[in-house]
């Protein structure tokens, strides 16, 4: 397994893949660390839906803002995680929310999805994170219940490219000692 850093530094958002397939040990692993990640009182609120069937894909597909960048990616990608939260869950105690924030869902589902591409990544597959899509027409299709939401889609398989590194802010620039 890779050096974490070297897995933070080298992780990019990949949107052209070979035609090879995901084994299902390279799956599992990568939702064996989407099974790790920490949540709000260890609510797990994620639930995600494995996509493998092209038909779907290509539905999902459909439910891209036009001119998305991931759009051939969706259809390409031998696997796409479609990552959904449980409402009302993370950031609530005894049913009442909890944070100025509301419903803590987006956190943690970010936390997991970061999981997951780190993960991919440290099995020789590549990702890209899907937010720009029209949500509800996506819950359709995957038949997502009510009560949970579908928050991103992550197009997985193996890389045929290597995206180019993009500039980055120095630590200096977005870090600030004691006050702001």
Not at 41 to 69: F, H, M, Y
Not at 78 to 89: D, E, F, K, S
Not at 107 to 116: A, C, E, M, N, P
Not at 134 to 149: F, I, M, Q, S
Request: with cysteine; net charge negative; glycine share 6%.
């Amino acid at each position: 397994m890779a050096d974490f850093m070297e897995l933070v530094r080298t992780r990019r958002s990949v949107r052209k893949f070979t035609q090879d397939e995901v084994t299902a040990e390279q799956l599992n692993s990568v939702l064996e660390a989407a099974r790790w990640t920490p949540s709000w009182a260890n609510t797990q609120c994620w639930e995600i839906v494995s996509v493998t069937r092209q038909d779907l894909k290509e539905s999902l597909q459909q439910t891209l803002v036009k001119g998305n960048p991931a759009s051939r990616a969706m259809v390409q990608a031998p696997v796409v995680l479609a990552v959904c939260g449980r409402l009302q869950t993370a950031g609530y105690y005894k049913g009442e929310v909890t944070t100025k924030f509301g419903d803590w869902l987006l956190f943690d589902l970010g936390l997991v999805t970061q999981s997951i591409c780190l993960a991919a990544h440290s099995v020789g597959l590549g990702t890209v994170i899907v937010g720009l899509f029209d949500h509800d027409g996506a819950k359709r299709v995957l038949e997502v219940p009510e009560g949970n939401e579908l928050v991103t889609m992550i197009p997985m398989g193996h890389p045929d490219q290597e995206p180019k590194t993009p500039e980055r802010r120095k630590v200096e620039d977005f870090t600030h000692t004691e006050t702001w």
